[in-house]
C-alpha cells in the first residue's frame, strides 16, 4: 500500500508570506507526528496528533506555527509569515496505534521550505 | 526530558571494511531506541530497534546495534560496509510504554568509498 506522502515536494516562500504544508498518513493510521529538519541537524518533534485531537504542541517553535487534523487523517501545518530561519525539511509520520505498547513511525518524504 | 548524542559528524570508511557509528542517550526515564537511516532527498527509514530483552538487536541491510544500559550507548555496527550504505545516519530515543515522540540526535554521514 501507500506510504506516507507529503506535498509539495518543495516551497520556496518570500520573507512574510503565509504557507501551508500537507501531509497524508497511512490510511487506518491513528497517530501522526510532524518534525522540522534544519540543514545539518536531525529532525525535532513539532506535533503530534491522535485521531483529530492535538495531543502535544509543544515543540512548535513560535505562535505562528499551527496545525491541525480536522477529520482524523490528513494534516495540514500552517507556518505564518514565514521567516527564514523557518528554512527547513518538514517530516510527516504516522503510526497505527497509541497506548502502551510501540508501534513503528512510518516517515514521508518531507517538504523542503526555503525561506527567501 | 531525554537527548542523544552522535559525536561522529561524519565517518568515512572504504568499501568491505567494518564501521560503527556511535550513539550515547540520556533519559531520565526508560527509553527505546532507534537507528534510522535517511538517503538523499528521502524520509527516514527504520534501521533496527530495541524495545526490551536481548541487548543484541539485528537490523535491515546487515546493520546491528548493542544497547548498554550502564554506559547509556546504542552504537550501530556493520562487519562490512558497501557503496550503497553510503547515507545519514539517525540515532533515536522516545519514552518507552508510549506512542510517543522521537528524539533524534544530529546524525553521522557515513561516506563509503571505493
Known amino acids: 500500500g501507500a506510504g506516507v506522502s507529503q506535498s509539495p515536494r518543495y516551497k520556496v516562500a518570500k520573507r512574510g508570506q503565509d504557507v501551508a504544508l500537507r501531509c497524508d498518513p497511512i490510511s487506518g493510521h491513528v497517530s501522526l507526528f510532524w518534525y522540522q529538519q534544519a540543514l545539518g541537524q536531525g529532525p525535532e518533534f513539532l506535533t503530534y496528533f491522535q485521531n483529530e485531537a492535538q495531543l502535544d504542541k509543544s515543540g512548535l517553535p513560535s505562535d505562528r506555527f499551527f496545525a491541525e487534523r480536522p477529520e482524523g487523517s490528513v494534516s495540514t501545518l500552517k507556518i505564518q509569515r514565514t521567516q527564514q530561519e523557518d528554512s527547513a525539511v518538514y517530516l510527516c509520520a504516522s503510526s497505527f496505534s497509541f497506548g502502551t505498547t510501540y508501534n513503528e513511525q512510518f516517515f514521508g518524504p518531507g517538504t523542503r521550505l526555503t525561506v527567501l | 526530558a531525554q537527548s542523544v548524542t552522535q559525536l561522529d559528524s561524519q565517518v568515512p570508511v572504504f568499501e568491505e571494511a567494518p564501521v560503527e557509528l556511535r550513539c550515547n542517550y540520556s533519559?531520565?526515564?526508560?527509553?527505546?531506541l532507534f537507528w534510522y537511516v535517511q538517503y538523499p532527498n528521502q524520509g527516514l527509514q527504520l534501521l533496527l530497534k530495541?524495545?526490551?530483552?536481548?541487548?543484541l538487536v539485528k537490523g535491515i541491510n546487515g546493520f546491528e546495534a548493542e544497547f548498554n544500559k550502564s554506559q547509556t550507548s546504542f552504537h550501530l555496527r556493520k562487519p562490512s560496509v558497501h557503496i550503497s550504505d553510503t547515507a545519514e545516519y539517525f540515532c533515536a530515543v522516545s519514552e518507552s510504554g508510549t506512542a510517543s515522540k522521537l528524539t533524534f540526535g544530529t546524525g553521522t554521514r557515513l561516506q563509503v568509498t571505493l
Open positions: 530495541y524495545l526490551s530483552g536481548s541487548t
Open positions: 533519559s531520565s526515564v526508560s527509553v527505546y
